[in-house]
């Protein structure tokens, strides 16, 4: 029997150690349409099957070794009868029809377009295509819809927030947000979160995490930051979200759980060196006005430093690897895992205390913290 009959983190480390992960070209078109699957499925708010579809994804990106027959797969986990159905598809035809089905779908491209746009998700989409909408252009043109602040802030940056954010942006914006946080708390730590602390070369935004070493908390920092950008002109957007850290509260245990830190999701004005001279000399010629700067998406986050380390563990993400981590913890390990700590389950158990009874288990579950090594 092959090793890889071990689910999740053992499965995990079993292909770790086996070698590398190996790409192939049928490795790609299989993963892109799991991802198109797993898109639909959100659109159509089926979480089950988006997940089925986005599980079978990050196994088969892993693989030590290329996929070419059915035979490959076997003993994998996450392999249901619909991804299944797929991959067997691919191998013999070379694409599946039902992925391309969903490419050439009308909903699907209208929701592909409308959750496009930041502040758009699929409730909106819906929304927008249900009233008979089918493009961007046709909800531009519809002025009886009422777009939130948000949205139209999506309109607006729209062009900058879909062309990506590069590594080279993302280390721009990252001295921006550490001299300003630095003004006001020298010894903060700020550190860069997201896709790009995972090494990925592009981003749809930039995370940021924030938390001061010691004593000294400062719950107007995030405040104090913004306002200054707003002096300077560099604010374009701001959804200020107050921490609802409730400490009677037990961790959330839905897999993809938000978290309950104070946190900021911008738009900042990266100002960009001027390349292309020619443009340039041609606007003062005609006297128009070339942009010099790009908009770009930034999430700030701040944290007591005691949670510090699991908000950074899920803040890095991916979200898939965040699932995971969480669904091995809570199955594997009976613990709970979450952005502010990691809680022992067992150990709430006790006789008299049921494990649902909200305030004296969140006491237990406090002191029965167990902290990762090397916070
Ligand atoms: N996250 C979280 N709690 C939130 C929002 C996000 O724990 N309230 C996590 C996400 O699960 C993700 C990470 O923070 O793992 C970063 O989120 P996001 O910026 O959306 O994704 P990235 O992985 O950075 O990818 P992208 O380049 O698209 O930004
Ligand atoms: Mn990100
Ligand atoms: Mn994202
Ligand atoms: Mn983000």
Redesign the pocket.
Known sequence: SSRFELLDISWFTACMEAGRPVDSELKYRLMDAFEVMAENYEFKENEIFCLEFLRAASVLKFLPFPVTKMKDIQGLPCMGDRVRDIIEEIIEEGESSRAKEVLNDERYQSFKQFTSVFGVGVKTSEKWYRMGLRTLEEVKADNTLKLSKMQKAGFLYYEDLVS??SKAEADAVSLIVKNTVCRFLPDALVTI??????G?E??????FLITNPGPREDDELLHKVVDLWKKQGLLLYCDMIESTFVKEQLPSRKV????N?Q?CFAILKLYQPRVDNSSYNMSKKFHTEVKDWKAI?V?L?ITPFEQYAY?LL??????????DLRRYANHERKMILD?HALYDRRKCQQPGIRFRNRKGCWLLLYQTLVPLAGV
Do not use: E
Not at 193 to 198: A, D, I, P, V
């Open positions: 990506c954010v979160t997201g896709g790009f602390r995972r990925k592009i981003g749809h935004d930039i995370d993809d759980a938000m978290d830190f946190k998406r999430d986050v908000a899920g803040w890095t993400g991916s979200r898939q690897f965040g699932r952005n």
